[in-house]
């Protein structure tokens, strides 16, 4: 049973913080890697941020070093906390599964998608 489900979008203001959680059935959780896209409108989705099942995490530039990306595996849950943002990271924000999750084309499954909008 695949399923990925976002939540914890919505409004805030530059400069503050928001959490993304990813709540994931159990063999979609346990794919090779785990990560986070956003696509803006107009915009083409770009990977943010991917954590594989036994290496390090890896950020798009845009946003190293203001977001982090973690695990719960008591959970099956993903995060993405979101700090220090601006009104470039207004976008839709989806998590995904599959075995190359830093680039669409590696990703096996998506969740429907949270908004994100920074003003």
């Known amino acids: 049973d695949v399923q990925l489900v976002e939540s914890g979008g919505g409004s805030v203001q530059a400069g503050g913080s928001l959490r993304l959680s990813c709540a994931a059935s159990?063999?979609?959780?346990?794919?090779?890697?785990l990560g986070w896209f956003r696509q803006a409108p107009g915009k083409e989705r770009e990977g943010v941020a991917a954590?594989?099942?036994?290496?390090?995490?890896s950020y798009a530039a845009s946003v190293r070093g203001r977001f982090t990306i973690s695990k719960d595996n008591a959970k099956n849950t993903l995060y993405l906390q979101m700090n220090g943002v601006n009104e470039e990271d207004t976008a839709m924000y989806y998590c995904?599964?599959?075995?190359?999750?830093?680039?669409?084309?590696?990703?096996?499954?998506w969740g429907q998608g949270t908004q994100v909008t920074v003003s």
């Open positions: 159990t063999d979609t959780y346990n794919s090779p890697c």
């Open positions: 995904a599964a599959g075995f190359v999750c830093t680039h669409s084309a590696g990703v096996r499954y």
């Open positions: 954590i594989n099942e036994h290496g390090p995490e």
